[in-house]
């Protein structure tokens, strides 16, 4: 369970994250729906996950690793 301040700062980089996510799904899958649910399904690992994230390194290129595995997924 992540504490107010990890959920603060996971919203902000998710906030910050998410269209270039969005792009990047949607230039793999061209349904729009599964799109919005790729998404959707990436935020929840990324969050899940997020205490495992090392913030001395860059998020984007973090969360795009998780989308594409939710892409093949």
């Given at each position: 369970?992540?504490?107010e301040e990890q959920q603060i700062?996971?919203?902000?980089l998710w906030t910050d994250t998410q269209p270039?996510?969005?792009?990047?799904?949607g230039s793999?899958?061209?349904d729009q729906w599964a799109v919005r649910d790729i998404v959707q399904n990436t935020s929840l690992a990324?969050?899940?996950r997020?205490?495992?994230f090392d913030e001395s390194r860059p998020?984007?290129?973090w969360a795009?690793?998780?989308a594409k595995f939710e892409v093949l997924g």
């Open positions: 369970m992540l504490d700062r996971f919203t902000k270039t996510v969005r792009q990047y799904v793999l899958v061209r990324l969050l899940r997020f205490s495992d998020f984007v290129p795009l690793g998780v």
